[in-house]
């Protein structure tokens, strides 16, 4: 069965009565199953039942996305995107990439986290091994300290597997060799072992946070943390299949959600 | 029926925080009182006190590390788990501890 996705920030304050009808005859032409998600909340809705939508509490500046799985979804999100792009602001869409995210993450509140950081992202990143990926892991945070915070990430590894269920590894270490919060985003091509436990990871959420950090590094680093734990949002994550989506879900959890 | 808990990890900025979720969401679920220390990068909070611990039924410490203070729990009967064992198999964890009452 094919999925579509149609990521945005909800712009009023609340899915108008009107909104939502119209939403409801522009999915009725289709054969999908059309299912909206309200991921600042944790709520879900079809998108055929406006009451449902309602009862969501959605608000200003939420963070939603339209799943559409059937035959015709590709069809239904060329739709629904053109209708969302004119009634919120879009994140992404599986029907083409959005090259105005960017600008998104960095003026829009839903994203804008309070302070500089690093961001690396990477699709269907290929690794031998785990250390590999540690080692690839590392020389992104700094070239110039590559190997230290190689040997950081392998020593806190030691420890214990930083691998969560779900197909999800989160290698995270504070630093004196990054200057600031670092993240670095990967999803990979071909399950990793992580020595764990568990199943074989699929995606990558490293977290290298500066060794003079302020509470607000720690803060975001939970919420996203504590957000992944919740087996209930992996999809978002797994399923993406546009960085814009990653990104910009992971930095609105790391900005607004509190579990 | 009440449990304490203390969760601890290495860089203290995920598994102490993410361990302490998965507990709390547990024992609402089974309508069980629970307390959680945290001892992350922020420090110790929602600190146990001694008498908190002597007087719970239940006494956790879900760690990869060595605890702070752990002291206070000399003498108590103290169940260890590893941060893996309660993210992966909380339910299992939480069988075992209530059968021990």
Not at chain 1, 57 to 73: K, M, N, P, T, Y
Not at chain 1, 154 to 171: C, F, H, M, Q, V
Not at chain 1, 190 to 196: C, G, I, T, V
Not at chain 2, 69 to 80: I, P, Q, V
């Amino acid at each position: 069965m094919i999925t579509t996705r149609i990521t945005f920030v909800l712009e009023d304050n609340r899915f108008a009565a009107w909104q939502l009808n119209e939403l409801k005859q522009l999915a009725g032409y289709f054969h999908s199953l059309f299912v909206l998600y309200n991921i600042t909340r944790g709520k879900q809705a079809n998108l055929n039942e406006p009451l449902g939508i309602l009862s969501l509490g959605s608000c200003r500046h939420d963070v939603c996305q339209i799943a559409i799985e059937g035959l015709d979804s590709e069809l239904a999100c060329m739709v629904l995107t053109e209708y969302l792009r004119d009634h919120s602001s879009l994140l992404s869409t599986s029907h083409k990439q959005n090259f105005q995210a960017k600008q998104l993450f960095t003026h829009h509140s839903s994203f804008k986290l309070p302070f500089s950081y690093q961001w690396h992202y990477a699709r269907k990143a290929l690794y031998p091994d785990k250390n590999a990926a540690l080692a690839t892991l590392a020389q992104l945070a700094s070239s110039q300290n590559e190997h230290a915070i190689h040997q950081q990430l392998a020593d806190r590894e030691a420890i214990s597997s930083t691998a969560i269920p779900g197909g999800i590894a989160i290698p995270h270490i504070i630093s004196e060799f990054v200057q600031q919060p670092t993240f670095i985003i990967q999803s990979l091509e071909s399950p990793l072992d992580w020595n764990s436990s568990q199943c074989d990871v699929l995606f990558i959420a490293a977290l290298i946070l500066p060794k003079a950090f302020k509470k607000e590094y720690i803060i975001a680093a939970t919420r996203l943390t504590r957000w992944l734990i919740n087996n209930n949002v992996h999809h978002f994550i797994l399923d993406a299949d546009r960085e814009e989506t990653i990104t910009g879900i992971l930095l609105h959890v790391m900005a607004h959600i509190d579990p | 029926m009440k449990i304490v808990a203390v969760t601890a990890c290495p860089t203290g900025i995920a598994h102490t925080y993410m361990a302490a979720d998965v507990l709390q969401k547990e024992a609402h679920k089974r309508n069980v009182s629970i307390k959680v220390e945290t001892q992350g990068a922020m420090g110790i909070e929602n600190a146990l006190t001694p008498r908190e611990i002597v007087s719970a039924d239940i006494r956790m410490i879900v760690s990869d590390i060595e605890i702070e203070e752990k002291e206070r729990f000399k003498g108590c009967t103290t169940l260890h788990y590893s941060i893996e064992e309660v993210l992966t198999n909380v339910q299992e964890i939480m069988n075992k501890c209530l059968s021990q009452i």
